[in-house]
């Protein structure tokens, strides 16, 4: 069974850095695009960038090119998303998602993680 | 950037009636290539993440009921849901994975009268 698991909710200072991940399991990890959407409280939803953990190619939404940065670990079979400077306006629940088509960006998402919510709050 | 439209942002429609939810893309989302258009839906229900619906336009997801149906091609798409039920009250969103960035509509919130 394929799932994607993400790490717990997060509750950080303005200025403060933050890593969540997103866990996959149940296929080949290196060879399915994972992206990552941000959902802002009553809001929709956001494309933010994807990596494929083959190879680490990473594309980012320009929207959020240079303010997060998208890795993963194909060892522990792992995507993150981090910031190094958080702020109040990150608040967000953040929700990683698996390009369905093995190794192809233009995919739809088949699955999702269960999202973290990420609060950032003086 | 792809921008995605969807009409209306919210309807309430009685439990069997038919409900109908457009989305227009900026540009076409049609490759000739391979003759399909790079266009899903996903219904995310209070408090849980999006679920896959339809992609390729038409194609339902396993597991979705067929009440559910996309059509359209190039740069206008519809889902329909052909009786309502409760368990159907949610917000929809459709999104495009023709071009980076990828792009979701706002969203259409569905509820029952």
């Known amino acids: 069974e394929v799932q994607l698991v993400q790490s717990g909710a997060e509750v950080k200072k303005p200025g403060e850095s933050l890593k969540i991940s997103c866990k996959g399991s149940?296929?080949?990890?290196?060879?399915?695009?994972i992206g990552w959407v941000r959902q802002m409280p009553g809001k929709g939803l956001e494309w933010m960038g994807i990596?494929?953990?083959?190879?680490?190619?990473?594309r980012y939404s320009p929207s959020f090119q240079g303010q997060v940065t998208i890795s993963a670990d194909k060892s522990i079979s792992t995507a993150y998303l981090q910031w190094s400077s958080l702020k109040a306006s990150d608040t967000a629940m953040y929700y990683c998602v698996r390009h369905a088509v093995a190794g192809s960006v233009k995919s739809y998402f088949d699955y999702w993680g269960q999202g973290t919510l990420v609060t950032v709050s003086s | 950037d792809i921008v995605m439209t969807q009409s209306p942002d919210s309807l309430a429609m009685s439990l069997g009636e038919r409900a109908t939810i457009n989305c227009k893309s900026s540009?076409?989302?049609?490759?000739?290539?391979?003759?399909?258009?790079?266009l899903g839906w996903y219904q995310q229900r209070p408090g849980q993440p999006p679920k896959l619906l339809i992609y390729w336009a038409s194609t339902r997801e396993s597991g979705v009921p067929d009440r559910f149906s996309g059509s359209g091609s190039e740069t206008d798409f519809t889902l329909t849901i052909s009786s309502l039920q409760a368990e159907d009250v949610a917000v929809y969103y459709c999104?495009?994975?023709?071009?980076?960035?990828?792009?979701f509509g706002q969203g259409t919130k569905v509820e029952i009268k």
């Open positions: 149940g296929y080949s990890f290196t060879n399915y695009w």
């Open positions: 540009q076409s989302l049609l490759y000739s290539s391979n003759n399909k258009n790079y």
């Open positions: 999104q495009q994975y023709h071009s980076t960035p990828q792009t």
């Open positions: 990596i494929y953990p083959g190879d680490s190619d990473t």
